[in-house]
């Protein structure tokens, strides 16, 4: 899979690729990065990029020409000249989540759009634009961090980035539920125990107990995650096992 990130701060959005899970699959090839700074395709003087906002008020507004050059040319440059998803990260975007992120990681070139100052002109989000994504309800001054968390979250599903081990929990997680409790060294913290299953050997119990809090933690936490998924019968009756213990220790 191939990543372009139009960004007027290349040098940030590059960090991402020099660390961790990442840096490995760029280094191994499974997911290859490029970096377009649309003030490369400006024809203004200062390469400017920007410009007043038509209605006035505050704020500058990112050009359509610069950035229609630039995704024009990622489009041209797409390996094997695939579909190309145009994807502009923005808090008007419709919410983000893993089923999105396993989405994006299916498509073969995907270009990541990051605005600055208030936005880009809404007429390339019209022409040039596949989808609008958004983080969460909450503003940064530019695209590129939630570029970057979106780049980290899709390579962690591509096949072979992640051990077996690790990713069949995330599959699990793309189920729907919140992780459960993680425990290591030492086995006692100012009187704190590690839950004695954990430390049992059995590994058919140890399963039941870690689907058991993940599914009363989401309950409790995220209870909007639970109303969204079907459980089982046997998640039900773990859930209320779960509600139980907890009510029993207070
Ligand atoms: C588009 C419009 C994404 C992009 C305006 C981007 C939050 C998110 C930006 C802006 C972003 C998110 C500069 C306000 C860049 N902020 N929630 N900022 N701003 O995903």
């Known amino acids: ?35 377009i700074n649309p003030r490369d395709y400006s024809d203004l003087p200062h390469d400017r990029v920007d410009d007043r906002p038509y209605g006035g008020g505050p704020g500058m507004v990112m050009q359509y020409a610069p950035l229609h050059a630039a995704i024009e040319d990622a489009r041209a440059s797409s390996p094997g000249k695939q579909a190309t998803k145009v994807v502009y990260l923005s808090p008007q975007g419709e919410r983000l989540d893993q089923t999105a992120i396993r989405e994006f990681g299916r498509s073969a070139h995907l270009v990541l759009l990051c605005g600055r100052y208030e936005g880009i002109d809404e007429r390339l989000v019209q022409a040039d634009v596949d989808e609008e994504w958004s983080l969460g309800d909450y503003v940064l001054s530019g695209g590129e961090l939630a570029a970057m968390v979106v780049i980290d979250a899709i390579v962690r599903t591509l096949p072979g980035v992640l051990g077996d081990e690790q990713s069949a929990w995330q599959d699990s997680f793309e189920q729907g539920l919140l992780d459960y409790p993680h425990y290591t060294r030492p086995e006692s913290i100012q009187g704190l125990d590690v839950p004695p299953v954990l430390i049992s050997g059995d590994h058919a119990e140890i399963e039941r107990w870690r689907l058991k809090q993940a599914l009363g933690r989401t309950y409790l936490r995220r209870p909007d995650l639970i109303e969204k998924r079907q459980l089982s019968e046997q998640e039900q009756q773990l859930l209320e096992e779960f509600l139980a213990e907890q009510s029993s220790s207070i």
């Open 1 to 35: 899979m191939h990543i372009d990130v139009i960004t007027l701060f290349p040098e940030l959005v590059s960090a991402v690729s020099e660390y961790g899970v990442v840096g490995r699959a760029l280094q191994r090839q499974t997911v290859s990065l490029g970096l």
